[in-house]
């Protein structure tokens, strides 16, 4: 299940939710009790070393450009 990263506005808590993506955009409620929340956009972090593209069979690897 997905988890959502939520900042309430009244005291500045930031939280996370688990919930299903179908409700991704629901309300929710701080820890503290309060209702005047804002969900946060989530970065996605990836580790790891980037490979070159292959040079082999044209642009795209396949030839399928025309080349």
């Known amino acids: 299940m997905p988890r959502?990263?939520?900042?309430c506005r009244a005291c500045g808590e930031t939280f996370?939710?688990?919930r299903p993506m179908a409700e991704a955009n629901a309300?929710?409620?701080c820890p503290n009790g309060h209702d005047d929340t804002v969900k946060?956009?989530?970065?996605?972090?990836?580790?790891?070393l980037a490979q070159a593209p292959s040079s082999a069979g044209g642009c795209c690897g396949g030839g399928c450009c025309g080349g």
């Open 4 to 7: 959502y990263e939520f900042r």
């Open 40 to 48: 946060l956009l989530s970065t996605i972090g990836v580790s790891g």
């Open 16 to 18: 996370e939710l688990s």
């Open 27 to 29: 309300p929710a409620e």
